[in-house]
Structure formats: C-alpha cells, structure tokens
C-alpha cells in the first residue's frame, strides 16, 4: 500500500500520560500536515511541514503538543501530559508541494481516547 | 471558519445520482474548490477539485455555477458504499495551506 500510514491506529491512555504518534507520508510528498477531529465536526488544522521544517502552527496547538519531520518524511506528534479534551481521531496528510493545484491525501487517522 | 454552506444530511436511493450542494459565495478568483468525504471511523478521501469549469473523474462530476458562488458534487450511480461526510472546501491555488474543513454533508444511501 504506497498511502498515508499512521501508527497505532488506536491508543488508551490514562490523564497525564504522555503519548507518540507517527505518520508515514506517500513516498517523495514534501508537505506533511497534522488535522484533529471531534466528533460531529470536521477536521481542524493542527500543523504543517515542508520537507524538515515546521512552517505554521494553529492556535489549538497547545504547548503540551509538539511535532517533528527530522529527515523530511515521517513525522511524529507527542502529547505531553494528556487531558480529556485531547480526546480526537488525529489524522495526517501529505501532498507534493509544486506549481500548480496541490492535492492533500490523508491516512486512516489515530482515534486517541484519554480516561 | 469554513468558507462554504452545506445541508446537514441528505438521503440518496441507491442507483440513483446524489446530487450534493455547496454555496461559497465569498469565493475569490483564485480560489479552488476541493471535495472530499469521511467514510464513518476512516481518514478524509479525495474525491475532485475545480475552478471554474466543470470536472469529472472516475468518482464523481463537478458543476461550478457560472458566477462560481455555488456547486454541485454529482455521484451518478450511487451505491450503499457511497455513504458518508461530504466535505466542501474552497482553497487558494498556491498549495500550502491548510484545507478548512465545515461540518459537511451526511449522505445516506439508502437500500
């Protein structure tokens, strides 16, 4: 499957906790992006890479949240500290970033529940 | 905020086309609009983006009014797979920006 892949596709965890997921982007996309979705709403920008570097950040990204592309293709968002309201699926997408129209492509999503 | 107005739900029977309306009357010249759906528990698919004039694919068409202040996501045959969110995103050409999401159209294929 040469898709958008994220890693684990489900996690529990406990308030407080800290947690880690990856995303693997389509080979040779440089532009990775991070959304959060609730239920009942769309999905709401979180980040945005191109190649290695973080290029905009949205206010919902608290400072509990951090993401990085350290060789410009998977990425990886922690959460430190979780809360309840962290509750969401986290959903990744890619793009080659080029002349012209681009086109995000989004993997199945991490559903992350907090207790 | 999203910049795009769609009807909550809709029913579609199966085999018949599922028309799908988007109003983005703010929409600028430089703006395209996207399509995308949610399969329940999955990740947003693409489906088709245009301009300003109409678009298909191999998934779905795509009617742009003249004045570009409305659209219409067609799905010509529709089947039981076909149920899902229904996004509408207006987006501008130059790529990197995020894709603002509203809360989209749920469309139920119906037996």
């Known amino acids: 499957d040469t898709g958008v892949s994220q890693n684990p596709r489900h996690k529990i965890t406990k308030r407080g906790q800290n947690v880690t997921f990856r995303c693997d982007p389509i080979s040779e996309h440089n532009r990775l992006y991070w959304y959060r979705q609730t239920l009942g709403q769309g999905p709401e920008f979180l980040t945005y890479f191109q190649n290695e570097a973080q290029l905009e950040k949205s206010r919902l990204l608290s400072d509990r949240f951090s993401a990085e592309r350290p060789k410009g293709s998977f990425s990886t968002l922690e959460i430190q500290r979780t809360e309840q309201g962290d509750s969401a699926m986290y959903l990744c997408?890619?793009?080659?970033?080029?002349?012209?129209?681009?086109?995000?492509?989004f993997g199945p999503g991490t559903r992350l529940l907090v207790l | 905020d999203a910049k795009t107005t769609q009807p909550p739900s809709m029913d579609c029977a199966e085999g018949r086309a599922a028309n799908l309306p988007c109003n983005h009357s703010t929409i600028s010249g430089n703006e395209y609009v996207y399509w995308y759906r949610q399969i329940h528990s999955q990740g947003p698919q693409y489906i088709i983006h245009?301009?300003?004039n109409n678009e298909t694919n191999e998934m779905a068409s795509l009617i742009i009014t003249e004045d570009r202040k409305s659209s219409t996501l067609i799905l010509p045959h529709a089947t039981l797979r076909d149920t899902a969110v229904y996004y509408c995103i207006v987006r501008v050409r130059s790529g990197n920006t995020p894709l603002v999401f509203g809360k989209g159209t749920r469309l139920s294929v119906i037996a």
């Open positions: 245009g301009l300003k």
């Open positions: 997408a890619s793009s080659l970033g080029a002349s012209g129209v681009e086109t995000q492509y």
